[in-house]
C-alpha cells in the first residue's frame, strides 16, 4: 500500500520561495509516476507538475512553468517541489499522488488514474 506525506507548507510573502517534500512509504519511485496538485480556496484542484518513474522527465502546468521545479531522491524515497518566484495565486493546499499518468493538455496537468494521496501541506502566499 502506498503511504505519501507532504509537508513544507508555510506562509511566504511573494516572491519568495518554499520547498515542499513528499515522502513515500510502501512503494518505490522507480515504480510509480509522482504527481503534484494544489487545490486554492473554492477551487477546482489542479495539476501543477509530474515526474515520469522511467525515465525521470517532468511536466509542469503552464501557471508554474519556470518557477516551480519537481525532482525526486531516490535514496530518501521523496519527491520534492521548489516553489521559487511565489505568486498570491499559488496559494492553496498542496498534494502528492502516485500511481497515475503523467499527461499534460492544454498546457495543464490531468489527473489520470492518481490512485494515492497524501494529506496535503498548505501554501500561503501574502504579504
Known amino acids: 500500500q502506498v503511504q505519501l506525506a507532504e509537508s513544507g507548507g508555510d506562509l511566504v510573502q511573494p516572491g519568495g520561495s518554499l520547498r515542499l517534500s513528499c515522502s513515500v512509504a510502501?512503494?518505490?519511485?522507480?515504480?510509480?509516476?509522482i504527481g503534484w496538485f494544489r487545490q486554492a480556496p473554492g477551487k477546482a484542484r489542479e495539476g501543477v507538475s509530474c515526474?515520469?518513474?522511467?525515465?525521470?522527465?517532468?511536466w509542469y502546468a503552464e501557471s508554474v512553468k519556470g518557477r516551480f521545479i519537481m525532482s525526486s531522491d531516490s535514496a530518501k524515497n521523496t519527491v520534492y517541489l521548489q516553489l521559487d518566484a511565489l505568486k498570491v495565486e499559488d496559494t492553496g493546499d498542496y498534494y502528492c499522488?502516485?500511481?497515475?499518468?503523467?499527461?499534460?493538455?492544454?498546457?495543464?496537468?490531468?489527473?489520470?488514474?492518481?490512485?494515492?494521496w497524501g494529506q496535503g501541506t498548505h501554501v500561503t502566499v501574502s504579504s
Open positions: 515526474i515520469n518513474s522511467n525515465d525521470g522527465r517532468t
Open positions: 499522488a502516485a500511481d497515475g499518468i503523467c499527461a499534460v493538455i492544454g498546457g495543464t496537468i490531468l489527473d489520470l488514474d492518481f490512485d494515492s
Open positions: 510502501g512503494v518505490t519511485l522507480a515504480d510509480y509516476n
